[in-house]
């Protein structure tokens, strides 16, 4: 089930989707030592939410609601960056209708 939602997710992706992952500055030796930034491209399909969907609180006007494959796991901090513009990271649901996750759905916003 894992390899047919993986092919799927590859099959019906938009286009990539970047994502940007930054660690926590560190101190060493009494020296704080920045975060580093590191960059993702993953496959995924990015969708509106219907106007159904939109509450005005938990889900707004212009949030996109992404599924990736397992390969990579979303963290709350996150940004995905979709034809330029960024979106960070509101809610994330494993897909995982028993013990293997097949993909995450990630809802994020502007």
């Not at 995905?80 to 960024?86: L, P, V």
Request: hydrophobic share 35%; glycine share 8%.
């Amino acid at each position: 089930m894992q390899t047919t939602a993986t092919r799927l997710i590859g099959e019906f992706s938009e286009a990539n989707i970047t994502v940007e992952r930054t660690t926590i500055a560190t101190v060493v030796d009494g020296v704080v030592v920045p975060g580093t930034v590191s960059t993702t491209s993953i496959p995924g399909v990015a969708t509106s939410y219907d106007v159904s969907e939109i509450n005005n609180t938990s889900i707004l006007s212009g949030d996109l609601s992404i599924v990736i494959n397992s390969g990579y796991e979303p963290m709350s901090d996150d940004v995905f960056i979709i034809d330029g513009d960024r979106y960070h990271v509101e809610d994330i649901k494993p897909l995982k209708p028993s013990v293997t996750v097949l993909g995450y759905k990630v809802q994020v916003r502007k």
